[in-house]
């Protein structure tokens, strides 16, 4: 590996940083040590996870489900954002270190909520149309006295724990391409590991590893194949490339297979576990039209830490087609089955099955739907390969295929209890209808699935639903489960004082008996939360904390069924909770706008027209049936003066500073009319509701 000591300089130089702050105890000391014994001490939170097990699950119980109904707010910080908050909260020697949007990162006195500083690493905003999934992140590592962030941009930064100045910068990815991270950094044995996203637009997935004292590259693993006429650049693409079609979209698009959220460690074993993403495009007959299991697409992969070698890797979904991840969250736990004691893996993909591996080889002890799974009727086990059900590969005709691409789980974390023995999964129903996009071609920076965008224009409320399932690892069946109406519910946090807690899409957070999901305390908060509470002390007392903010993928796309959630006021926060907690939410009142009525277009084919071109450029973001779920501004009810704006707004980047990228490499001036189009026969059709008495 080359040196990388200039370009950080120059880096360093622009930014007035300083280049080494040698770490000598003091803010944020964690070592190898304490990451490795992080379950001794639960009075912090020192990694992602809990634990490099990546339980959830805390031994305070000085909160307990006797107490329980006694908790109240003891503080709310303001981060002082409207978007997605997806932020496990790292909580070190009464200091709390978080993420905002835009991959903000505060430190806040985790007893009294007062902000120590904040550092931006100031996102070029442009990159709001770089991601699949809002301008989230999902929070920091932290080590040394210092405090590892993964940029929205590619960008990984070391930062002064005790001032958040920045120690050292380096760049990641290629930034010509659309990658992205969103993910939390881990640290195993003095290194930062790191991926990122960007499947859905057209990226190449990998994970690195990164020298935590100077940020100087030490390994990066590709999780699929490159350009066919180049070498590999580690030996394991060689295995993998066998199972790709060259011919197909693949390796220009990228291939996918991006490591954009789980990673686990096991010290005993000396195992990295990396879960991969789905195909870069989606649909397997435009990527690999020969086939192929497309390795190491939605797998879990067993690498060494120090070299990034290839150890052993159980693929989820063979030839994803559906986006199918393998990115959802890797549990560690050790469990008794069939009367051994068994070093387990637990993992519960977008693809709706539950697997028990065997984390030591690699081979599933057994695999069983948790949700409703049309896709596939069962995993075989005498290959532990997916049967899959036929006529659900779309082609020509539209396939409903569950579960949808949102996830029969997705990045919202579960939790695993040794006390009860059951695991806490964020579990949703969602459909969804897969055609293939006979038109597509490659669009460098653009969505590039194969599949067509265009098939659904409404995404009702009525169809979809989620649960916080407390599931059996062992018996492979449910224990309990608590109903909402919506999916996209936050992550689980379970304690030793028999307790669950979840915060919901619909605004509560709430804690349940872990051993028979009876609700004992639900508070409600402003806005829906996604991300997951973390547990800790400061002088000896409990608190619970969690942010809030409502948004992601789902929270975007999914139109009717997002909006269901209910959010009108998005302002985000850490909530912290404590017993006999009696501090107030701040409330900021939403603005409700009266709506004037517009002329919609009486042209039918317009309509048509800007109804197709909104759900393949702007769906993603501005929602099914351009409905908003919260997020970002309802598109039918914008201030009459920004449809005659349009052009300046979608092809010239005048909100670009809002994070709404430019379309005038893909659309032109007959496009954006069509989609006002489309938009004002939408707005029409609210304005005509609400005349009708
Ligand atoms: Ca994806």
């Known amino acids: 590996m080359h040196r990388t000591l200039l370009p950080l300089l120059l880096t360093c130089a622009l930014l007035s940083c300083s280049v080494s702050t040698p770490p000598g105890g003091g803010a944020a000391f964690v070592d190898d040590a304490r990451l490795r014994a992080a379950r001794a001490e639960p009075g912090n939170w020192l990694t992602y996870g809990g634990d490099y097990g990546e339980q959830r699950f805390s031994r305070l119980d000085q909160i307990n489900e006797h107490n329980v109904a006694q908790l109240g707010l003891a503080w709310a910080f303001e981060t002082g954002t409207k978007r997605g908050l997806e932020a496990t909260p790292i909580v070190v020697d009464g200091v709390i270190y978080t993420t905002g949007t835009w991959s903000v990162v505060y430190a806040v006195d985790a007893r009294s909520g007062e902000l120590l500083w904040r550092h931006d690493p100031q996102v070029e905003r442009r990159y709001g149309g770089l991601v699949c999934c809002d301008v989230v992140n999902r929070g920091v590592a932290v080590y040394k006295g210092r405090v590892y962030l993964g940029v929205l941009d590619g960008r990984l930064q070391a930062l002064d724990a005790k001032t958040g100045a920045v120690v050292w910068s380096v760049v990641t990815v290629d930034q010509e391409r659309p990658y992205s991270i969103t993910m939390a950094p881990r640290i195993v044995k003095g290194k930062v590991i790191i991926g990122n996203g960007g499947a859905e637009l057209g990226v190449r997935g990998y994970v690195s590893a990164y020298d935590a004292a100077t940020g100087e590259l030490v390994w990066r693993f590709y999780t699929v194949p490159g350009d066919p006429a180049k070498p590999y650049e580690h030996k394991e693409l060689e295995t993998a490339a066998g199972t790709w079609d060259p011919s197909g979209a693949f390796w220009k698009v990228g291939g996918g297979g991006t490591v954009w959220n789980a990673l686990a460690f096991d010290p005993e074993l000396d195992l990295l576990y990396v879960g991969t993403g789905n195909g870069s495009p989606w649909s397997w007959r435009v990527r690999s039209p020969g086939g192929g299991d497309n390795l ?398």
């Open 296 to 693: 190491y697409l939605c797998s879990i992969l067993a690498l060494r830490p120090d070299t990034g070698e290839l150890v052993w890797h159980y693929q989820t979904t063979p030839g994803d087609n559906w986006d199918y991840t393998s990115t959802q969250d890797i549990v560690l736990a050790d469990l008794t089955i069939a009367g051994q004691p068994r070093k387990v893996l637990l993992h519960a993909p977008k693809n709706g099955f539950f697997y028990v591996i065997d984390r030591i080889t690699g081979v599933p002890i057994s695999a069983e739907p948790f949700v409703e799974v049309s896709w596939a009727k069962r995993i075989d086990p005498s290959t532990w390969r997916p049967e899959l059900t036929p006529g659900l590969d779309y082609q020509n005709t539209i396939v409903e295929i569950k579960p949808s691409p949102h996830g029969g789980h997705n990045w919202h974390s579960m939790s695993f209890n040794p006390q009860t023995g059951l695991v806490y999964i964020p579990a949703q129903e969602v459909p969804y209808f897969f055609r293939l996009d006979p038109a597509w071609r490659y669009l460098p920076g653009a969505w590039n699935l194969g599949y067509d965008f265009t098939v659904a224009d409404e995404f009702p409320r009525e169809v979809v639903s989620g649960h916080l399932l407390a599931w059996d690892p062992v018996a492979q069946k449910e224990v309990w489960r608590a109903q909402y109406t919506g999916p996209w519910n936050g992550g689980a946090l379970s304690t030793a004082g028999n307790l669950v807690f979840q915060g919901t899409a619909h605004g509560s957070f709430v804690a349940y008996r872990a051993t028979d999901g009876k609700a004992l305390w639900e508070t409600p908060v402003s806005t829906g939360i996604v991300a997951a509470p973390v547990t800790y002390t400061v002088d000896g007392e409990q608190y619970v904390a969690v942010m809030a903010g409502w948004g992601g993928a789902f929270a975007l796309a999914a139109g009717d069924a997002a909006a269901a959630a209910g959010v009108t006021n998005n302002e985000g926060h850490l909530l912290v909770y404590k017993l006999g907690g009696d501090a107030t939410l701040p409330v900021h009142e939403a603005q409700q706008r009266e709506l004037d009525a517009l002329p919609a277009d009486a042209d039918a084919a317009q309509v048509t027209l800007g109804n197709r071109l909104f759900h393949r450029w702007c769906g993603t973001c501005h929602g099914t049936g351009a409905v908003s779920g919260g997020v970002l501004p309802d598109l039918r009810r914008s201030q009459p003066g920004i449809f005659d704006i349009l052009d300046d707004i979608v092809l010239e980047g005048a909100l670009l500073q809002n994070g709404m990228p430019r379309f005038d490499d893909w659309l032109d001036s007959k496009d954006v009319a069509a989609i006002r189009s489309y938009l004002l026969q939408r707005r029409r059709a609210l304005t005509d509701k609400a005349a009708t008495p």
